[in-house]
């Protein structure tokens, strides 16, 4: 069983920074997509970054140029991080790994909290 543990979520005024990390139980290596994804409160969960084994990454365009993920596969943690917050990226935000074996497996953490607010 996979256990993806995330942590460096808080309250950050809009236009500051934050960085997530994501924790993994086992190799992000064998786990074929990480990604971040945010649900704010009485919306739909929606996708904010992914990144595959060879470093490909993906953005959700509400966020492209303002958030980075990465992965340091020695740590096996996933990054993401946060640029120029602003209000609307308030959200609970949850680390996922893809895992695609003989079936295709969703591996989710806890979550963490984002407040962007003066």
């Known amino acids: 069983q996979v256990q993806l543990v995330e942590s460096g979520g808080g309250l950050v005024q809009p236009g500051g920074s934050l960085k997530l990390s994501c924790a993994a139980s086992v190799s992000i290596f064998s786990i074929n997509r990480m990604g971040w994804y945010r649900q704010a409160p009485g919306k739909q969960r929606e996708l904010v970054a992914t990144?595959?084994?060879?470093?490909?990454?993906n953005y959700a365009d509400s966020v492209k140029g303002r958030f980075t993920i990465s992965r340091d596969n020695a740590k096996n943690t996933v990054y993401l991080q946060m640029n120029n917050l602003k209000p609307e990226d308030t959200a609970v935000y949850y680390c996922?790994?893809?895992?695609?074996?003989?079936?295709?497996?969703?591996?989710w953490g806890q979550g963490t909290q984002v407040t962007v607010s003066s």
């Open positions: 996922n790994g893809l895992a695609v074996t003989t079936s295709i497996v969703n591996y």
């Open positions: 990144i595959n084994r060879a470093g490909g990454t």
